[in-house]
């Protein structure tokens, strides 16, 4: 099975650094720019799991969690936030919002891969 | 590839530097509100993420410490006045200046860095909270409660690398709610050495009154494992706080009962896997290896 991932990210050097490490890795990828753009790709695609930076413009991580979180046949998909910030209380507020589990950046490539392959469903 | 990538970032920060700066000046100039310190707080936090993922420290020490700087008057911790501003304006431009250095691979005016970084510091310090700068990316710290009971120490033999453990797992409504899924949990597990799962529903449910959203069953893992107990804890990472969990060393828990061992769980076992090279049988106590016990 092909593991489909939409990832989550304001930063385009980010999007294109997740889609080379995930493609490379075997995965599908589709992309958007922030929370608001996630929730419309999201009802496009069919992914197995998402990442989700937390700082974005228009809707951030939180926001797009709790979004994605309140209900349809979407809301239990795994949530991973992909954030530089390992502070607990951050980590605590996504976990609140309903995030699945973290990692941090800089990220590993195989690390990155290795979360993924974790938490797909 | 790599160099694509890298222009990219380098080309992205132009973009994010301009936020940057527009940004202050409207703060400065009083037409900036707090969808505009975002913005300046995002490019600044943008700029550190992709230095990092390029390796370029000096970029991630210096926007990492303008970010924390930026976060404590987000945080309303720190006024903008406009000494403040006037602090960051400057520390746009540097950030700028660190930027086209670094991409051409040129020398830093170190000067000018180490002193805006003493005057974000100052700022930081003088912030009516704690500022809580991210712990360097990379380093993640996890509170763990220790069980410094080693076992017996065995001084006949070789040293045995595989340590059985037993497991008890009981995932609570939250664990399905946040995305996660005790099968996966389980296989997780299993890629670690010789698994046994039992499986004890809840007394008197039958399995047409089973919630799939909170099913209320235990599970009890044996496994056999040369990977050591850090790798058990790291399968459960993400569901720590949405589950009952037991880690225990099967060889610590023999020499703390001194009855008979307890009857086999009234449960169904679901789940034997053994895989190839994983000898039989318990595991021998391991000197210096320590066993781990905690309630969740």
Redesign the interface.
Known sequence: MTITVLAVD?????R??IE?ALTESGFTVHLAEDGVHGLEVLETCEPNVIITDI???RMDGFGFITAV?SGGPKS????LTLT????P?LKQRA?DA?????I????DKEKLANVIR???? | ?EDE?RE??FL?CADLLETLESGLIALSDGTGDAETL??V??AT??I???A??F?LTELVRFAHKFETALDEVRQKRLEPTAEVLKVFLRSSDVLSDLVDTVGRGAETDNDAVDGCVADLTKLIESSSGEA?E??D????FEAMALDLDFGPISTDGPVDPFETFEIEFRPFAAL??????TL?LLR?LEALGECETVCEPVAGRMLDAVDPADPGMTWRITLRTEQGVDSLWEVF??VE?DCALKIRSAAAMADESEEAPAPPAAGRRIRRNRRRGVPAGRGAAVPGRRGAGTGA
Do not use: C, Q
């Not at chain 1, 239990?76 to 949530?79: G, M, N, V, W």
């Not at chain 1, 309903?98 to 973290?102: K, L, S």
């Open positions: 304001d930063s385009l050097t980010m294109r650094l080379r700082n974005m413009p979180r239990r998909l795994p949530i530089t910030e390992s502070a209380e976990r309903g995030a699945t589990g973290w941090v950046k800089p990220f974790r938490v797909a469903v | 590839m990538l990219t970032f992205e975002n913005a707080f995002r936090h943008s550190k993420g992709g990092g993922a390796g809580e991210a712990v990316a990379g380093a993640t399905y709610e946040r995305g996660n899924e996966l997780a990472d993400f706080g």
